[in-house]
């Protein structure tokens, strides 16, 4: 189904000239076809939701390094394929909503200290899935645990 919608955007675009959105979805399909290839499988909807929340934290890391530079060009380029790459990827959950999910998985895990950290980690990011990025997850985690 994702996969689909990523053709027929790339196929919009291509009519449109919107190079950037062009090149947003070559990556990401590139990123589908090189994970099939190398496995000998087919990626299903949730795997490829997988591959573009790594292709945004990728742009977000590398964000970092082109405000350091400076590069106002690459920083405004950037952004927008962070924004074109998060329309395919579910709603994100905010602060509060990530508190609340962790809160029930330390109680679940029945996580007291900072050592309980990797099991709280685990389950807290198979429960949020891609509604979350990592960071923000350890970030709430290593909040809640101290």
Same mark, same amino acid.
Do not use: C, H, W
């Given at each position: 189904?994702?996969?689909?919608?990523?053709?027929?955007?790339?196929?919009?675009?291509?009519?449109?000239?919107?190079?950037? $959105?062009?090149?947003?979805?070559?990556? =990401?399909?590139?990123?589908?076809?090189?994970?099939?290839?190398?496995?000998?499988?087919?990626?299903?909807?949730?795997?490829?939701?997988?591959?573009?929340?790594?292709? =945004?934290?990728?742009?977000?890391?590398?964000?970092?390094?082109?405000?350091?530079?400076? $590069?106002?060009?690459?920083?405004?380029?950037?952004?927008?394929?962070?924004?074109?790459?998060?329309?395919?990827?579910?709603?994100?959950?905010?602060?509060?909503?990530?508190?609340?999910?962790?809160?029930?998985?330390?109680?679940?895990?029945?996580?007291?200290?900072?050592?309980?950290?990797?099991? =709280?980690?685990?389950?807290?990011?198979?429960?949020?899935?891609?509604?979350?990025?990592? $960071?923000?997850?350890?970030? =709430?985690?290593?909040?809640?645990?101290?």
């Amino acid at each position: 189904m994702l996969k689909e919608k990523l053709m027929e955007d790339l196929k919009v675009s291509m009519r449109e000239k919107n190079e950037i $959105r062009k090149n947003t979805v070559q990556m =990401v399909r590139a990123a589908i076809l090189q994970i099939e290839k190398d496995k000998g499988i087919t990626v299903e909807d949730d795997k490829i939701v997988e591959i573009i929340a790594k292709e =945004v934290k990728g742009k977000k890391d590398a964000l970092v390094d082109f405000e350091k530079a400076e $590069r106002a060009d690459l920083i405004e380029q950037t952004n927008q394929e962070i924004a074109i790459l998060q329309e395919y990827l579910p709603k994100q959950l905010s602060k509060e909503e990530i508190k609340d999910v962790i809160e029930k998985v330390i109680a679940d895990v029945g996580a007291t200290s900072m050592k309980d950290m990797g099991s =709280v980690m685990k389950e807290a990011k198979a429960r949020i899935g891609a509604g979350a990025d990592g $960071r923000t997850i350890n970030e =709430v985690v290593k909040e809640l645990l101290n």
